[in-house]
């Protein structure tokens, strides 16, 4: 009988089996946990806070539920994936009434102290107002088009305000804070410690610093600029800027990781020590 099966019954019947063993693993897991959580944090036992047991378990199992991607995606994780994406919408979307529209827009205009200060609130709100109703236009495929005006008004807006800003932090503050050890160095305070230990540590240190941060942004920017051709010096050039990138890159990386990591520390603390109830050393 085996041999008249096909290879793709074969497959099916495997993936089949597969998954209901996946399905019992799963049950038992359920249960297991079920099982931990009320001899862990029982709501029901006399003296406990029921609403703060109950908050542990769901928040344990929340955080079990989306390690398991780790092993593969499954239905729980894309629930809880779903249960996560709206509960941050609505906390944004009660934010904003609670922050911003109410007290900026629906007072001022529905509930205002006096006749005059409706007038004056509508005449400054009544711009604003229509180009945010203009932006609910992009639902709709006829009339989305409407709601350009409104993007193009913000795009255009916030590349003015965000260019001058963004110039004057990260290139001009940072050339500033570059030179500045450098004009240190040869200033009243590094020619009186020229010949003292403190030179080393208050001057030539910063200046070295400084240098090469100069040296890793003309390098980086040479990389970049492919009108002319990288050979000979340019092609060492370019490379010393590859180098800077990747230490740049190495750095962020390694940054990110370790942000990561203190919230898996964070998660573990917690099923440790606030779930389980296992005593710190």
Request: a positive charge.
């Amino acid at each position: 009988m085996t041999d008249d099966l096909q290879p793709d019954d074969i497959r099916i019947a495997d993936k089949a089996a597969r998954q209901a063993i996946e399905m019992g693993v799963l049950v038992l897991l359920i249960v297991v946990f079920f099982v931990v959580s009320f001899m862990r944090q029982n709501p029901f036992a006399e003296g406990a806070n029921p609403a703060k047991a109950i908050g542990i378990i769901v928040a344990a199992g929340l955080t079990i539920i989306m390690y398991s991607f780790l092993y593969r995606d499954n239905p729980l994780f894309k629930i809880v994936e779903n249960l996560y994406v709206g509960v941050t919408l609505g906390y944004n979307v009660v934010i904003s009434w609670r922050q911003f529209l109410r007290p900026l827009v629906y007072q001022p205009l529905f509930e205002p102290p006096t006749a005059e200060a409706f007038w004056n609130s509508l005449a400054h709100l009544f711009v604003p107002v229509i180009l945010g109703i203009l932006l609910l236009a992009r639902i709709s495929r006829k009339h989305g088009w409407v709601s350009r005006y409104s993007y193009a008004l913000m795009i255009g807006w916030g590349a003015g305000v965000a260019i001058p800003l963004f110039t004057n932090s990260y290139i001009l503050e940072q050339l500033t804070a570059a030179v500045k050890p450098i004009q240190e160095a040869v200033g009243p305070r590094g020619l009186a410690a020229a010949n003292s230990w403190e030179w080393a540590l208050y001057v030539a240190a910063p200046m070295f610093g400084a240098v090469l941060a100069m040296i890793g942004t003309f390098t980086v920017l040479f990389y970049f600029f492919f009108s002319v051709e990288h050979k000979k010096v340019g092609a060492v050039i370019s490379k010393v800027g590859i180098w800077f990138l990747m230490v740049s890159f190495g750095a962020s990386f390694g940054y990110t990781v370790m942000g990561r990591l203190s919230l898996l520390i964070g998660r573990v603390q917690f099923l440790l020590h606030d779930w389980l109830q296992i005593p710190q050393q």
